[in-house]
């Protein structure tokens, strides 16, 4: 599952922002991966993206 944050037109569009995860065999743990462009650190973005990746996985 991945989360992307892009901002620009359809055609020109840039990312801001992903994170994406995948169960581990196990089916008890995760691998994990949160991402922020240069361009955009230190604005709040990393954690609104952790808060809506947080919402997503307690909804499934």
Known sequence: M????VTG???KE???GVT???INLDGESCEFALVIADSIRG???AH???IA???Y???T
């Open 2 to 5: 991945a989360l992307i944050v």
């Open 9 to 11: 037109e359809q055609d």
């Open 14 to 16: 840039i990312e801001l």
């Open 20 to 22: 994406r995860y995948a």
């Open 43 to 45: 604005k709040g973005l």
């Open 48 to 50: 609104k993206l952790m």
């Open 53 to 55: 990746f947080v919402r």
């Open 57 to 59: 996985c307690n909804r």
